[in-house]
């Protein structure tokens, strides 16, 4: 299921990745999702379906194991609907039994940030092939061009990618060694006052007869026992 936000209103999508129409599972059950469309519409749940030859990207994304495959996305979460495929059972899923069935683990559902990543990498390759024909026809660009962009492109951003890392990397461990050397150099000086301290702390007691060895002072008065 996808989930949609709208100004005054959530809209959910509940999908049927893919449903090849030669199967006849999936012609068996396309009455009934046209149906469920009719009795979801008030509901603001979209319900819509997916050719799966036609879209492998998805089928791969999806993780679909057969045909048909019912699949409810909302709010960066999916759910599979694995029960009896009539259409009160159906309407009633995307309703309110959704709330009942765990969803798939994070990284399977496409619609959050971590399955849109995917989505783009793997759509990258086709987007790629289709740029490189248009340029063909448009510009006339040769095999040697395409293969030459297509080597120079990943190294350079790759090398750019490893100076950025490596720049960080640096001046992390720069900054690092800077704070344990003004670190060792406190605790020196703090050390070095404490030495002086205890130095000049033992000269007094001699000197001005309050320390703990200080000679005795004679008495001021004839002592007679």
Known sequence: ??????????????????????????K???PTWQELATELADSNIRVAKVNGPECRTLVK??????YPSIFYLRDGEMREYTAARTLSA?????????????PVPFWKAPNNWFGRACGVALAAPGVAAEMVEWSKKT??????????????????????????????????????????RSRDERERAA?????????????GGWEGGGGRDAA????PHPHYE
């Open 61 to 66: 994304r999806l993780d679909v194991k057969a």
């Open 1 to 26: 299921m996808k989930s949609r936000r709208t100004a005054n209103s959530r809209s959910l999508n509940l999908r049927v990745p893919p449903s090849p129409p030669v199967l006849a599972d999936c």
């Open 90 to 102: 159906l309407a009633n899923f995307g309703r309110s039994g959704w709330r009942s069935v765990k």
């Open 216 to 219: 005795p002072h004679p008495h």
């Open 139 to 180: 510009y006339g660009v040769s095999d040697v061009v395409v293969l030459f962009v297509a080597f120079a492109v990943p190294t350079t951003v790759g090398m750019l990618a490893i100076a950025l890392v490596d720049h960080l990397v640096v001046r992390q461990a720069t900054m690092e060694s800077a704070n344990a």
């Open 28 to 30: 068996q059950l396309a």
């Open 191 to 203: 050390r070095a006052r404490e030495r002086e301290e205890a130095a000049a702390g033992g000269d």
